[in-house]
Structure formats: C-alpha cells, structure tokens
C-alpha cells in the first residue's frame, strides 16, 4: 500500500509540474499576445423578443494567434485571472466597447446598450471604481447604456463587500447583469439584497426548454422570479424559433443567441444593427 502510495504521489506531482509548466507557458503566451494586438472584441447582438429588434450587444474577448487559430475564452481568461493581466486586459475590453458604443450611438444607435464581462478579479480590485469611471470619462460613454456582467457564483460569496461594491457601480449609473443565472445557487432573499438591473438565463437552461416538460422550470423559475423583482432577463445561448417562442411565452423579454446572430466583429456591428433596426 505504501509503494502505491508513494506511486500515486509521484504520478500525481508529475503531472502538477506539467499543468504548471503548460500555464506558465500559456502566461506568457496571452501577455504577447496582448502586446502584438492578437486580442480583439466582438459583440453578440440581444433582442426584443416582442419586435425582434436588437436592443444591445455583449462584448465578448477574443484570442486569435497569428497561425490564424482560435484560443477559446473559456481557456485563456482562468490563466488571465490567475497572472493578474485580466486587470489589464478587462479595462482594454471595457474602454474598446464604449468606444464602440459612442461610436453606435454617433450612427443613430441611441437606446442601445452595450454589456461587458467583468470577472471577479477586476471587481475585487481597490482601483475597479476609479477604472470603470475613468474608462467612462475618457470614452464619453453614457453610464446608463453601460451594463457589467458577473456571474451567480460571484454574486453568492461575501455579501456585505458585494453589496457595498453593487451600491457604489450603480451610483456610477452602470447597470449590473447578474449571468448564468440558475447555475448558482443564490436564494431570493440574497437576490433581493442585491442591487442589480438584469438576470441573464444561463444557456444550458435555455437549451432544456423545448425538451421534456420539467426542462423548462428552471428557466421558467428564474423569468418569474427576475419579473416579481422587477428585473430585466434575457435569455442565453437561443438557438432556434421554438426556444425563443417558448422564452417569449414564458414572460422572458430579451434573447441572445445564434438565432438571431453570432458573435460578430465591430466593423459589421453597425452594418447588422442598421439593416435589422428598419
Ligand atoms: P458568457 O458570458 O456566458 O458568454 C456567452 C457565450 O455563449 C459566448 O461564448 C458566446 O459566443 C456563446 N454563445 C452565444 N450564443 C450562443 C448560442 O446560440 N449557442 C451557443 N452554443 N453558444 C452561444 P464565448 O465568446 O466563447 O465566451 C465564453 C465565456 O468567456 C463567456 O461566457 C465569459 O464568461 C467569458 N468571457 C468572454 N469574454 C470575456 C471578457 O471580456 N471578460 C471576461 N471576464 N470574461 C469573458
Ligand atoms: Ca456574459
Ligand atoms: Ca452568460
Ligand atoms: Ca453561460
């Protein structure tokens, strides 16, 4: 059994060493990239299921390296949070959107709002404040078609500092969109202690709808629970007509999804927005 033990010991440590080595290497990799532009936003249009208008857009970071392959965010953002560059690289994302959203706005675009992915990183960071408003004064974006995203799991840890920190970004006059929602499990009186704008219907909920009949409760729960709160809901990762009917029977206002379009860079943003806002 000791042999075994010292065995699996070994196995495992090897494999540690490879894990960092491969994230170290993965580090420096995202930093470079950075600095030679490889990094680029594109945003993912939401609509109003009732006219199938856009009515915003979520920007959302993309890592193209120069051998023209695609890194998912899913892959390079945990190692942007775990060197600290996402402090860097989320401030580059927000000033890139609401240079994009002013630029929407010049173009006609005036009720349009533009969301942003903050991870928890930058939100627990002493300077997010005084980054998020000089990101708006430089840019001369409107705070109010301004949107944050954080997800659930954020939003249940540390209550009192979550808060205080929700409080203090809504005097700003930045709305806060709570995402994946229903993959936590936030309760409704901690919801209610939280001053945010919009819950954002995770897509593995949105995906079950059309499915068995129990498939749709949770998305059903969280649209009921987001209109007794007053609060706006779109809904996540609508692929086809039927999601979206249901979504729209359901009492869900907004959706996003290859449905109505995939994520898309900024120089076809305003191409789409003025063909689908006649
Ligand atoms: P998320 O915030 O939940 O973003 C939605 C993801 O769903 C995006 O993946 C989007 O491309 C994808 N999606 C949208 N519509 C559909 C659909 O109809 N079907 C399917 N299958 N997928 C759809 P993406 O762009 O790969 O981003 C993955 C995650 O990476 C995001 O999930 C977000 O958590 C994170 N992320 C992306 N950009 C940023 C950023 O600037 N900052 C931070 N902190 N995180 C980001
Ligand atoms: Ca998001
Ligand atoms: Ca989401
Ligand atoms: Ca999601």
Redesign the pocket.
Known sequence: AKSQQRAGYFYFSRNMGVEIRERVRMMHALRTAFSHNELF??Y?PQIDLATRRPVGA?????WRTPDGKFV???RF?PI??YSGL?IE??EW??RTACVELVRLRTAGHRAFTMS????Q??FRHPQFLSMLRRALDDTGAPPEYVEL?I?ESMAMEEPDMLIEMLNQVRRTGVKVAI??FGTGFSSLSHLQRLQVDRL?I??AF??EITGSSRGSSIAEMVIQLGTNLGLSIVA????DERQAQVLYHLGCPLA????FA??MPAKDLGHWLARESL
């Open positions: 936003v594109m993912q979520e920007a959302l970071l993309r998912p965010p899913d953002i942007a949070e996402i690289l989320g994302v927000l942003v992915n903050v991870s990183v930058q995203e997800t995402d994946d954002k995770d897509r949105v995906t996540e990762g609508v692929e996003q999804g290859y449905l995939r994520p």
